[in-house]
């Protein structure tokens, strides 16, 4: 994967391989820049590679149209973000509920999951509050309960710890490596803390355009 810079293009990603088994967590380290979130937008199928191919439970993605791989992607994949995007006018309940949206099932059975969820991430008496009046580690629980909301097979988290302190950072990395293992869910997890990655089944560490099993 690169990207056009100038009169050129600057090489971000080369001969880089990933393979998630079904049901584990995987941690990627790296230093800053080195590519980390490049290469969960390609595992989401949110950017395209120059080479090279991606595939979801063994299916290449690249064929597939862009409408097609939205609808897919909103069901195979779920994403925690560093930064949240809950949307500030909804509550937690319907920031979670966004997700069944998207795929247009919003009915008893996906109220009361999203409610489930909640109350699987500590939130059950938050449901009403909006972002605005929740703290930075509940609003990344709404975001974890939300990439969940969908039942996907894989989650991808960008930093899901970064903008939190360190206890409450280990509270989300809890919560996520516990209610993915539940729900038989694979994580794909993006750090900078050593500590973090160590808990996750496998652990990888980006360097040099290289992905290096640890």
């Known amino acids: 994967m690169s990207y056009p810079s100038g009169d050129?293009?600057?090489m971000v990603l080369d001969g880089v391989g990933c393979e998630v088994r079904a049901g584990?967590?995987?941690s990627i380290r790296g230093e800053s820049g080195c590519g980390k979130t490049t290469l969960l937008n390609l595992l989401a199928g949110l950017e395209t590679p120059d080479a090279g191919e991606i595939r979801w439970a063994g299916e290449p993605i690249g064929a597939l149209g862009r409408g097609v791989l939205a609808r897919k992607r909103a069901t195979f994949i779920g994403m925690v973000f560093q930064s949240f995007y809950l949307i500030p006018e909804l509550d937690a309940l319907g920031n979670v509920l966004?997700?069944?949206?998207?795929?247009?099932?919003?009915?008893?059975a996906e109220r009361k999951r999203a409610a489930d969820l909640l109350a699987r991430v500590g939130l059950a008496e938050r449901a009403h509050h909006v972002p605005a009046h929740l703290s930075g580690g509940e609003r990344q629980r709404v975001a974890v309960a939300r990439a969940l909301m969908n039942r996907p097979r894989v989650?991808?988290?960008?930093?899901?710890t970064g903008n939190l302190d360190e206890a409450t950072g280990e509270g989300v990395i809890s919560v996520l490596l516990e209610v993915c293992a539940e729900q038989q869910a694979s994580l794909v997890v993006v750090t900078h803390n050593a500590l973090h990655a160590a808990r996750t089944n496998e652990q990888a560490f980006l360097s040099r355009q290289h992905l290096r099993r640890q």
């Open 98 to 108: 966004m997700a069944a949206r998207i795929v247009g099932r919003v009915g008893p």
């Open 24 to 26: 584990t967590s995987l």
């Open 8 to 10: 050129g293009r600057i």
């Open 155 to 160: 989650v991808l988290a960008d930093e899901p």
